[in-house]
Nanobody
Framework: QVQLVESGGGLVQAGDSLRLSCAASGRAFNNYLMGWFRQAPGLEREFVAA????????YYLDSVKGRFAISGDNTKNTVYLQMNSLKAEDTAVYYCAAAKAAFTLSTMRGPGIYDYWGQGTQVTVSS
């Protein structure tokens, strides 16, 4: 069992930065594919970024490439999402998730393969 707790959300202006944190407890997160998703009101949950358990490979939604960066700290069992140059369309509840099964480039972008989820943290970007 893995527990995930997100933090770091808030209200910022367009162009600002935020760093989200996802603290994992129960098992070391380097056993899992760790992902960030977001969900805006009335929309489906959307893949944002993911990082493999060994921290070597990262994946991003096209619209956040070059602005967001996912990373992990094994000593703190924490995954981060650094978000720069924020835009109003980045406004959403951001969720951290962990997947223990094997994945493909296609399946890892869908919420179905993730076994554990955090409670979410709100990010609001004013224009």
């Amino acid at each position: 069992q893995v527990q995930l707790v997100e933090s770091g959300g808030g209200l910022v202006q367009a162009g600002d930065s935020l760093r989200l944190s996802c603290a994992a407890s129960g098992r070391a997160f380097n056993n899992y594919l760790m992902g960030w998703f977001r969900q805006a009101p009335g929309l489906e949950r959307e893949f944002v970024a993911a990082i493999t358990g060994n921290g070597i490979t990262t994946y991003y939604l096209d619209s956040v490439k070059g602005r967001f960066a996912i990373s992990g700290d094994n000593t703190k069992n924490t995954v981060y999402l650094q978000m720069n140059s924020l835009k109003a369309e980045d406004t959403a509840v951001y969720y951290c998730a962990a997947a223990k099964a094997a994945f493909t480039l296609s399946t890892m972008r869908g919420p179905g393969i993730y076994d554990y989820w955090g409670q979410g943290t709100q990010v609001t970007v004013s224009s």
